[in-house]
């Protein structure tokens, strides 16, 4: 069973940097794009970032690009999102996701079927 356990939210000062990890079992990591999606208060849940299999290729929401970085480490079953120079709104439960195919491209938003529990992230003003 896969899962998927986030990390390193928290409140923040507008302008100031966080840096949330996930962390995935239960099958094998490094053949799978993952990414990273947020839902506001009142909102539905929107696509963030998203990581290739390898690393090498990443895509970015238009709100983000600039200030958020994602980066994974496959001996670590890991996946990070950097992000700096913070807004008042980027405050979000962020959630962590995981394609449900092998080797596929970046448009996870389509094929995500694993979910983290999500990690709450305010920027204060």
């Known amino acids: 069973q896969v899962q998927l356990v986030e990390s390193g939210g928290g409140l923040v000062q507008a302008g100031g940097s966080l840096r949330l990890s996930c962390a995935a079992s239960g099958r094998p990591f490094s053949i799978y794009t993952m990414g990273w999606f947020r839902q506001a208060p009142g909102k539905e849940r929107e696509f963030v970032l998203a990581?290739?299999?390898?690393?090498?290729?990443?895509s970015y929401a238009d709100s983000v690009k600039g200030r958020f970085t994602i980066s994974r480490d496959n001996a670590k079953n890991t996946i990070y999102l950097q992000m700096n120079s913070l807004k008042p709104e980027d405050t979000a439960v962020y959630y962590c996701?995981?394609?449900?195919?092998?080797?596929?491209?970046?448009?996870?938003?389509?094929?995500?079927?694993?979910w983290g529990q999500g990690t709450q992230v305010t920027v204060s003003s």
């Open positions: 996701a995981a394609d449900k195919l092998p080797y596929g491209d970046l448009r996870i938003a389509l094929r995500a079927n694993y």
């Open positions: 990581i290739s299999w390898s690393g090498g290729s990443t």
